[in-house]
């Protein structure tokens, strides 16, 4: 769950695991009722909305750190999980921690 491994995608899961991808990917859906892919969208996820509202980067900046190599696709994955956008969000998260 570092963010220098989850940023590097599955592969970096893959490679620390020692398993073959088929084995991780088994246990993955058995353990956490996901694929390896899903958990770590939503760990990348997780740290960008950490940052947007802990820190004046820009959104761009927090979702290339966070290992999404397109914004839209950065976009539209955080408005599915937080239902808002990045900007919403973190005006909404600066606004309730005042």
């Known amino acids: 769950q570092k963010k220098e491994n989850f940023s590097q995608g599955t592969a970096r899961l893959f490679q620390l695991s020692g398993r073959s991808r088929e084995h991780v990917s088994r246990s993955f859906r058995f353990f956490y009722g996901m694929t390896p892919q899903k958990f770590v969208l939503n760990l990348r996820l997780r740290h960008a909305a950490q940052e947007l509202g802990s820190t004046r980067k820009s959104i761009a900046e927090i979702a290339f ?20 956008s ?4 973190r005006k909404t998260y600066v606004e309730t921690s005042i």
Do not use: D, I, Q, V
């Open 65 to 84: 750190a966070a290992g999404f190599g397109n914004l839209a696709y950065f976009h539209s994955s955080f408005l599915k999980r937080y239902g808002t």
């Open 86 to 89: 990045p900007g919403k969000y």
